[in-house]
């Protein structure tokens, strides 16, 4: 069974850019989260989506933003970009995020901003 | 709201134990635990849900106080491959899994 994909693996950007991230989820999960990975402050919750909506969000700004497509694929896009949004960026899948269900994480991309 | 872990880093030589908390302010339902080794993705180690039920690795134990909203991660008779970052997830009422800043272990021989 094919894990969590996350492409692509790197990326560069300029401040002012926009991004979009993509997640393959795991064959038959339909939650798909993302998180901020950034040195010394853990992994920061951006938003959960389940079955195409949005069920959960995080405290970033409105540039971060994402979506989910009817084969659960997940794409995350950040507009605007500032130095400060340099960060490895994971998605998590899971069946669903009832109780007692655990998130297989993808590799991440690493996303800098020069 | 981000739950706290402490201690923020631990050394051990093989063998040694070592105890990771995680507190949170607000009610929760579920504590996961995952590893991070540098360069990969986190990897699952241990559920604890409301009620008692734990879910997760053999070699690895944790508990969770419901009352104080406290879970501790027991690595006994640490292995080299315990070296990696500790993260503790809680969960309230089945909303998002936040994440601590994480716990750095590191194993030598």
């Known amino acids: 069974k094919a894990g969590v994909t996350q492409t692509p693996r790197y990326l560069i950007k300029t401040r002012g850019q926009q991004v979009t991230l993509s997640c393959s989820p795991i064959?038959?999960?339909?939650?798909v989260s993302w998180y901020q990975q950034t040195p010394g402050q853990g992994l920061q919750f951006l938003f959960e989506?389940?079955?195409?909506?949005?069920?959960n969000k995080g405290n970033f700004p409105g540039r971060f933003s994402g979506r989910q497509f009817s084969n659960s694929r997940s794409e995350m896009n950040v507009s605007t970009l500032e130095l400060g949004d340099s960060a490895l960026y994971l998605c998590?899948?899971?069946?669903?995020?009832?109780?007692?269900?655990?998130?297989?994480f993808g590799s991440g991309t690493q996303l800098s901003v020069l | 709201q981000q739950p706290v872990q402490s201690p923020q880093a631990v050394i051990l030589r093989e063998g040694e134990d070592a105890v990771i908390n995680c507190s949170s302010s607000k009610a929760l339902y579920s504590v996961h635990w995952y590893r991070q080794k540098h360069g990969e993705a986190p990897v699952f180690l241990m559920i604890?849900?409301?009620?008692?039920e734990q879910k997760g690795h053999e070699k690895i134990s944790a508990s969770f106080n419901e009352k104080k909203q406290q879970s501790s991660l027991y690595l006994t008779a640490s292995q080299l491959s315990y070296s990696g970052t500790y993260f503790c997830g809680t969960d309230q009422a089945g909303t998002a899994l936040i994440f601590g800043k994480g716990t750095t272990l590191s194993v030598s021989s």
């Open positions: 604890l849900l409301k009620g008692g």
């Open positions: 989506y389940f079955s195409e909506t949005q069920r």
């Open positions: 998590a899948s899971s069946f669903d995020r009832g109780l007692g269900e655990k998130l297989f």
């Open positions: 064959s038959g999960h339909r939650s």
